[in-house]
């Protein structure tokens, strides 16, 4: 990472919401659950929630055993392709294969986004497009936006743990689904 910030005398430069990210992300296995067909998941206090909009039912396991707790019916909501960021002073918006914070260009993209979402100091964040995973800043100072990508062999759906800064997808065998999690923050 790096900015071209220029310093005169007299003029205070600050550099505020800076985040260490690790150069190589390490997959730490957290559960494993029996192989389902699913659309969505999430993880909520100690419990996986795995949703099937087909069937129109959710499991949820205990995350530290995998056992299952309960099934039962869910209505599906709608769902929206904007998200407010944490300090709820931006919008985050995919339109026409472009990400967009309010009327700022943040990328253009030739596929598919799969996911994206904020950290939660509102000035980063990232996007899941063809098992690449891009983190940016919003900064731009300096005529650049500082970004970091790293390639992933996943697929959607994916979940991100915003407070903890966790981002959780399944690797899926025939027998078993297992979840993992990559911390994105150093």
Same mark, same amino acid.
């Given at each position: 990472?790096?900015?071209?910030?220029?310093?005169?005398?007299?003029?205070?430069?600050?550099?505020?919401?800076?985040?260490?990210?690790?150069?190589?992300?390490?997959?730490?296995?957290?559960?494993?659950?029996?192989?389902?067909?699913?659309?969505?998941? =999430?993880?909520?206090?100690?419990?996986?929630?795995?949703?099937? =909009?087909?069937?129109?039912?959710?499991?949820?396991?205990?995350?530290?055993?995998?056992?299952?707790?309960?099934?039962?019916?869910?209505?599906?909501?709608?769902?929206?392709?904007?998200?407010?960021?944490?300090?709820?002073?931006?919008?985050?918006?995919?339109?026409?294969?472009?990400?967009?914070?309010? /009327?700022?260009?943040?990328?253009?993209?030739?596929?598919?986004?799969?996911?994206?979402?904020?950290?939660?100091?509102?000035?980063?964040?990232?996007?899941?497009?063809?098992?690449?995973?891009?983190?940016?800043?919003?900064?731009?100072?300096?005529?650049?936006?500082?970004?970091?990508?790293?390639?992933?062999?996943?697929?959607?759906?994916?979940?991100?743990?915003?407070?903890?800064?966790?981002?959780?997808?399944?690797? /899926?065998?025939?027998?078993?689904?297992?979840?993992?999690?990559?911390?994105?923050?150093?």
């Amino acid at each position: 990472w790096n900015k071209v910030i220029e310093i005169k005398n007299g003029m205070v430069v600050e550099l505020t919401n800076i985040i260490l990210f690790p150069l190589e992300l390490k997959k730490v296995e957290v559960v494993k659950v029996s192989s389902q067909a699913f659309s969505e998941f =999430a993880i909520n206090g100690g419990k996986l929630e795995i949703k099937n =909009a087909k069937t129109k039912t959710v499991k949820i396991y205990d995350l530290k055993n995998g056992e299952l707790l309960t099934k039962s019916n869910f209505t599906l909501a709608t769902s929206t392709s904007e998200i407010i960021s944490p300090d709820k002073n931006k919008k985050l918006y995919l339109s026409s294969n472009k990400l967009w914070v309010d /009327k700022d260009l943040i990328a253009d993209f030739e596929s598919t986004v799969d996911f994206f979402d904020w950290f939660n100091d509102s000035e980063h964040l990232f996007w899941l497009s063809k098992n690449e995973l891009t983190i940016a800043e919003l900064d731009n100072r300096g005529g650049k936006r500082n970004s970091v990508k790293y390639y992933l062999n996943i697929e959607s759906p994916v979940f991100w743990d915003r407070n903890n800064s966790d981002f959780y997808f399944f690797d /899926k065998t025939p027998e078993k689904d297992v979840l993992y999690k990559i911390k994105l923050k150093v």
